[in-house]
């Protein structure tokens, strides 16, 4: 693509930066859809993220993603914010208006159309989300959010769990999210359930690591979601899978709320047959 006086530029601030897949996804899509865009990362060093946010501004930076460590220190450089993100309290996706940039949190969009183009539904559903950190703790919210009938949240740290369920279930109305023990798994009643993994464990290298080794847990697993996918199939994946289930890694995550981003950026909606050829890419990429 040629860079000329009109193309506009957005890009992620976050500290590292250098292993982020978020370039090819959008100068991809920038190139597919024919868009004068480029997307560079900008490493930003601690203690200066509002002083980045208020030069993006000055600068017309059309848009931002953000990543690690600065998801919620970002929320207080903005003018505005997305009613799902501040109730996260995390966002990954600045859009510039002419008064300072709205914050979005395109990470939880983008694992519920990931679930949705695999035909995986959270209404009305039984979940067990297993974590309480950043990433499940904002799954938790997706899940009340999109109307899940009944989510047992377990943790190693039962504090953190009870922490974020009495957050959530205040904010909706009604106890949907169950703070356990991850030692008590047992105790969740027999039927069939959705599973999220949301935890660290299992993160390459330590390829062979998982939250719950138990096969009893597994006989409750219709599906299992992981939101890793470094390595390509976790231990949790195969256990979902030796007891009959389905299971997902977390790329199509990252694709959607890449693509979610794009799509606020540029107010266009991307086609799913471009969306699969970025997912190729990315595929590629980590391959
Ligand atoms: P992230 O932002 O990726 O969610 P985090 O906030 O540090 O990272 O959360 C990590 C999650 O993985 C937590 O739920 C953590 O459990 P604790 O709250 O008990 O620390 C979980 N986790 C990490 N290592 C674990 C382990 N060895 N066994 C069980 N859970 C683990």
Same mark, same amino acid.
């Given at each position: ?43 930003? *060093? $601690?203690?200066? !993220?509002?002083? %980045?946010?208020?030069? @993006?501004? =000055?600068?017309?930076? +059309? ?61 009305? *559903? $039984?979940?067990? !989300?297993?974590? %309480?950190?950043?990433? @499940?703790? =904002?799954?938790?919210? +997706? ?72 096969? @009893? ?71």
């Amino acid at each position: 693509m040629e860079i000329n006086g009109k193309t506009r530029t957005c890009g992620l601030i976050g500290n590292p930066v250098e292993h982020t897949l978020s370039p090819l996804i959008h100068n991809t899509l920038a190139k597919r859809l024919g868009q004068e865009l480029v997307y560079v990362p900008f490493h930003v *060093e $601690q203690g200066r !993220l509002a002083e %980045a946010v208020k030069g @993006a501004q =000055a600068l017309n930076i +059309l848009g931002l993603n953000v990543t690690v460590p600065y998801k919620s220190e970002v929320i207080a450089c903005l003018a505005q914010i997305d009613d799902l993100a501040k109730n996260i309290g995390a966002v990954n996706t600045l859009v510039r208006t002419a008064d300072g940039y709205k914050g979005y949190n395109t990470d939880m969009e983008g694992l519920y159309r990931a679930m949705q183009s695999e035909g995986i539904r959270i209404a009305g *559903e $039984q979940i067990i !989300l297993l974590g %309480a950190g950043g990433a @499940a703790r =904002a799954v938790a919210w +997706l899940c009340a959010a999109k109307g899940a009938e009944k989510v047992y949240l377990l943790n190693r740290t039962l504090d953190r769990a009870q922490t974020v369920a009495a957050e959530v279930n205040a904010s909706v109305g009604r106890e949907t999210i169950m703070p356990m023990k991850l030692a008590d798994h047992a105790a969740i009643p027999e039927g069939k359930y959705l599973a999220i993994q949301g935890t660290s464990v299992g993160l390459s290298p330590n390829n062979e690591d998982v939250v719950i080794a138990d096969d @009893a847990f597994y006989e409750k697993v219709h599906t299992g979601f992981d939101l890793i996918y470094n390595p390509w199939e976790t231990k949790f994946m195969r256990l979902v899978k030796a007891h009959g289930g389905r299971a997902y890694n977390g790329l199509k995550m990252l694709l959607y709320q890449g693509i979610i981003a794009y799509e606020l950026w540029n107010e266009i909606a991307v086609p799913e047959s471009e969306a699969q050829i970025v997912y190729e890419s990315l595929r590629n990429a980590i391959s």
